[in-house]
């Protein structure tokens, strides 16, 4: 399908300063740092990373909450990184978010009702005052919840129930895009299935295109379409959810792949363990050439001189940056 949702060399860096009378920029943390992608009409797009890669910086520039340092951002063709005032409660208005928290990202003191319906409060043009209350509890029915229940409050909610709720708000507006930001980290196993499911669903129903971000790629797995991995700020790999799982060519990748469990036919798990050595390094001192070079086990000289662009290697199946990635056998046509 058309992208939704452009992303050209977004790049974001926090100033770090120094200094008590006169402040002075010593440095900056490069949380996004060159990444590039689209999103198409209906799609799931995973992002994976370790916390600190980038990724809940990235969303929030998705989301406009953020100005970038520099690159671009256009959602249906329109760039949004300068969009002020009218513009940009429209940006606001055709991309969601779900919070990763349904137990601190729901105000404890307004019922239900109220904090599905408060984006018809906040974009007074959307729905008349008199309409809010029906289109709030269709709204709840959508989700999976009881119409009836608009005037409780979140406590006597349950977690996955509050997940809902979230969801519900998100769809007010009738966005074109949600950025699911780790929406079932914080809850049972049991639950998160579920949730998933109605994600999923609301994606058929709607036409939705989602970005749903996670620390593993376990969680992505049935729910994306395509799948990027970040580190450090980068994007290190981006592909087809199948060729992500069946063909990783980054290092980094293989290693966030070896801890999600893949039982063979017989029954045993078909992948060796990479066990990385040591912590990610600071964004605000990355390593140069390749970033992953301090805890990669394929590492040259050339990997510190040199960055490795993100690209489809001949013969590949997706992009990968990486100078000296997996290779595959070419699969043969019938
Ligand atoms: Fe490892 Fe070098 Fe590839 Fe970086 S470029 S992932 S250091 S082999
Ligand atoms: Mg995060």
């Not at 209906?42 to 989301?63: N, P």
């Not at 949600?178 to 129903?205: F, K, T």
């Not at 792949?257 to 045993?268: E, M, N, Q, T």
Request: charged share 25%; hydrophobic share 35%; proline share 8%.
């Amino acid at each position: 399908g058309d992208p939704v949702l452009e992303v050209r060399d977004l790049v974001k860096h926090f100033p770090v300063t120094q200094g008590a009378l006169v402040r002075r920029q010593v440095g900056a943390i490069r949380a996004v740092d060159g990444v590039s992608f689209d999103l198409r009409r209906g799609e799931t797009l995973g992002i994976v990373g370790e916390s600190g890669c980038g990724k809940s910086t990235l969303a929030r520039l998705l989301m406009a909450l953020e100005r970038p340092t520099s690159g671009s951002v256009r959602v249906g063709g329109r760039e949004i990184t300068r969009a002020k005032g009218a513009e940009l409660k429209q940006v606001r208005r055709n991309i969601q978010m779900v919070m990763q928290d349904p137990y601190t990202s729901l105000n404890p003191r307004m019922t239900v009702g109220d904090i599905v319906g408060e984006p018809y409060e906040i974009h007074q043009d959307v729905l008349p005052r008199g309409r809010r209350r029906r289109r709030v509890q269709e709204l709840l029915e959508i989700v999976g919840l009881d119409p009836d229940h608009a005037d409780r409050y979140p406590h006597q909610f349950s977690g996955g129930q509050r997940q809902r709720i979230g969801i519900a708000r998100g769809l007010a507006l009738r966005p074109e895009i949600m950025v699911c930001d780790e929406p079932v980290s914080a809850l049972d196993v049991s639950i998160q299935a579920q949730v998933v499911n109605l994600l999923g669903r609301l994606q058929r129903e709607f036409g939705l295109s989602y970005i749903f971000i996670a620390h593993d790629l376990s969680v992505v797995r049935h729910i994306s379409d395509r799948v990027g991995v970040m580190y450090l700020g980068k994007m290190v790999e981006l592909g087809r959810d199948a060729d992500i799982y069946s063909r990783p060519e980054h290092p980094y990748t293989r290693a966030l792949l070896s801890a999600v469990p893949v039982p063979d036919p017989d029954g045993r798990e078909r992948r060796e363990r990479i066990i990385l050595q040591g912590d990610p390094p600071s964004p605000a001192d990355p390593p140069s050439g390749c970033r992953f070079r301090t805890r990669c086990w394929k590492a040259r000289d050339v990997c510190a001189q040199q960055e490795p662009p993100l690209q489809v290697r001949p013969g590949a199946s997706h992009e990968s940056a990486c100078h000296f990635p997996e290779l595959y056998p070419v699969p043969r046509p019938y």
